[in-house]
Structure formats: structure tokens, C-alpha cells
């Protein structure tokens, strides 16, 4: 059984109640962290505050990388932050947004156009399903249309910016 989204896991027991709280506290969407298996809620042992801020710290180098222009690096980074999200928080926690977005630009850079729509895609699985603000919503179209652009696949690109468009319109009203 999985918790919703917002639940802040308790503590497991009261021998281990400081200890739980203490690695729960300060994350506020953690997602699909299954209870009955204490390895699966603390990793390789760690607090999930030290999980989450390790895949975070790997999410920057994984960007960094990228704006050096090394995307085979960077992708290698994003798998790794993204199998710590995926493994320590579930399939439905926030962040994989970012890595699946960056993925899919390294793939485009790199001219692989099947596997940037997939991640471009997975990327946009996820703003529906988190709400995600107008701003990782305009991004990732703009994204799909600079892929479509980079397929020539020109009337798909420009449905993708009329989109942004209509977007930018909506937030002036």
C-alpha cells in the first residue's frame, strides 16, 4: 500500500521514532514510499533527507554537465539521480520532471530524436499529473517544438508554439 503524495511518513517504531522523523521532515511531496519494507524507505540506510539531497546534488552535476556540452555524462548522472528518486520515493515524485526535461534535450543535442520524444513525453506524463505551473509546462512545449523543429517535422513544431502562445495569452488574462 502506498501513501498519498503530501503524507509525511511517521516514524516506524518508537525505538526508531527520532530517527524517522528526523529523515522524513522537510520533504513535503514525497511519493509512493512504501511502508512495510524499511529498507525501501531508507535506502541504502540513509535518512531520505540525505537521499533526496544526494539526487539533487547529482541533478546539478548532471545539468552541468550538460551546459558543458557533455550529455553522455549528464545522462549518466540523470539515471543515477533518477533510479535514487525512483527507488527511494516512487514513481510519482516531482523532481523526475527535471531529469526526464534534461534527458530529452541531451538526446536531441545528441541527434537521438526517438529517445528525447520518449523522455520529452515521460516529461510531460508528469506535468499533468503533478500540476506543474505554467512555467515547466511552457518550457516543455517549447522543447517539443525545438525537437520537431530539429525532425523538420515544421507542423508539428508549430503547433507546439501556438500552444506556448495560447499559454502566454491565458496568463495575461
Known amino acids: 500500500m502506498f501513501l498519498p503524495r503530501k503524507l509525511l511518513i511517521r516514524a516506524f517504531s518508537s525505538s526508531a521514532k527520532g530517527f524517522g522523523q528526523a529523515a522524513v521532515t522537510g520533504s513535503k511531496q514525497m511519493a509512493g ?33 550538460s551546459a558543458k556540452r557533455r550529455y553522455e555524462e549528464s545522462n ?22 527535471n531529469i526526464f526535461l534534461t534527458k530529452g534535450q541531451n538526446y536531441a543535442q545528441m541527434k537521438d530524436y526517438k529517445a528525447a520524444d520518449q ?24 522543447d517539443l517544438a525545438w525537437l520537431h523543429t530539429l525532425r523538420e517535422e515544421f507542423g508539428k513544431a ?9 499559454m502566454i495569452h491565458q496568463g495575461k488574462d
Open 33 to 65: 514510499v512504501h511502508t512495510n519494507n524499511k529498507q525501501e524507505i531508507f535506502g541504502s540506510g540513509k535518512p531520505l533527507k540525505m537521499l533526496e539531497e544526494e539526487a539533487r546534488s547529482i541533478l546539478n552535476q548532471a545539468i552541468e554537465a
Open 76 to 97: 549518466s548522472f540523470l539515471d543515477k539521480a533518477l533510479d535514487i528518486f525512483q527507488n527511494t520515493f516512487g514513481e510519482e515524485y516531482p523532481e523526475l520532471y
Open 158 to 166: 508549430e503547433e507546439c508554439y501556438m500552444k506556448c502562445v495560447d
Open 119 to 142: 523522455c520529452f513525453s515521460k516529461a510531460k506524463e508528469l506535468t499533468s499529473k503533478f500540476n506543474s505551473n505554467s512555467f515547466e509546462v511552457l518550457k516543455l512545449y517549447t
